[in-house]
């Protein structure tokens, strides 16, 4: 069974700052998909950025870009100049190849002003 | 292009009782699924259709939860009775099945309190 772990259920940062949020899956399959979503409160989830496990290269998009470590299993966010419309809750997510979607626990992030 | 409509936003039910939730996919979206988010946790997956077909409902229990997506569009999640532990928001997905269409659009949820 796939499982999706997030250590870090609180972590804050700067307003301007850059935080990394860390995330560690489990798998057998090789050919999988993986996601950061983000769900601000009392709103609606909205995807940050996925990362197709067969592309070494990391993805990135505008300020968010992941550190995709396949050996390691493990998928971090990195989020740069932090603004305060980042705070939320922050999931990591897997697709296996079945198309089901598993989610860790998340991490909530504050920006302090 | 309108997002994953799901209705109502929220219910107030007492246990035992029964309580349906709907979702509109969005238009075209082959797949979709239905999550259960219990509060300071990730959502959990509860059942997945592709069109009008159950491609996985093995964390749906089915004693009392029970899903159909009649003519592959529109679906309905029912509870039925409810118990306290089912207090959540329920969140429906939709995907559409393309190749390299990979992303999942999540509805507003459903907030569901059992008393």
């Known amino acids: 069974a796939q499982t999706v772990t997030q250590s870090q259920p609180e972590m804050s940062v700067q307003e301007a700052e850059t935080v990394t949020l860390s995330c560690t899956y489990d798998?057998?399959?090789?050919?999988?998909?993986l996601f950061w979503y983000k769900q601000p409160p009392s709103r609606q989830m909205i995807l940050v950025i996925r990362q197709e496990a067969y592309k070494q290269q990391n993805a990135t998009e505008n300020r968010f870009s992941v550190n995709f470590q396949k050996a390691a299993k493990s998928f971090s966010l990195k989020i740069s100049d932090s603004q305060l419309g980042d705070a939320a809750m922050y999931f990591c997510a897997y697709r296996n190849t079945g198309n089901q979607f598993y989610f860790g626990t998340g991490t909530s992030l504050t920006v302090i002003p | 292009e309108a997002g994953v409509a799901q209705s109502p936003r929220y219910k107030i039910i007492e246990k035992r009782q029964s309580v349906a939730f709907w979702c509109n996919p969005i238009s075209g979206h082959a797949t979709l699924y239905w999550y259960q988010q219990i509060l300071g946790q990730g959502p959990k997956l509860l059942i997945q259709f592709q069109n009008n077909g159950v491609v996985d409902d093995s964390q749906l229990p089915k004693d009392r939860f029970s899903a159909e997506r009649l003519k592959g569009v529109d679906s309905t999640l029912k509870i039925q009775p409810a118990k306290l532990e089912d207090s959540a928001v329920y969140l429906c997905?939709?995907?559409?099945?393309?190749?390299?269409?990979?992303?999942?659009?999540f509805g507003p949820g459903t907030r569901l309190l059992v008393l």
């Open positions: 798998t057998s399959e090789s050919d999988y998909y």
């Open positions: 997905a939709s995907r559409r099945r393309l190749l390299g269409e990979e992303t999942q659009y």
